[in-house]
């Protein structure tokens, strides 16, 4: 199912930079989702590509793993950031 693929791309993912599996909970419900260290940063790869198919859109897996690389890449730059005092 498309969702197998989104846990597999999710630990490539995961793998790559350094997240880690969690349990997200929410108003909404629950889901799988990877976390950046221990913040509240995180991104949903196992919907990633059932979603897109659900609304009629064609799943491109390089430019999913670009974008939610770049949004990871903000989570590591908002951490390295100074902290004020």
Known sequence: TWQALGVVFGDYIAEQH???????EDELGVSKA???QDT???VFPVTVFSK?????ETPEPRAI??????VI???????ARPQLP
Request: charged share 30%.
């Open 52 to 56: 897109r198919i659900q609304f009629k």
């Open 73 to 79: 890449k903000g989570f590591k730059a908002l951490e």
């Open 18 to 24: 350094g997240l880690t599996w969690v349990v997200y």
């Open 34 to 36: 990877l976390r950046w």
């Open 65 to 70: 793993y670009a974008d939610l690389s770049d």
């Open 40 to 42: 509240d940063n995180f």
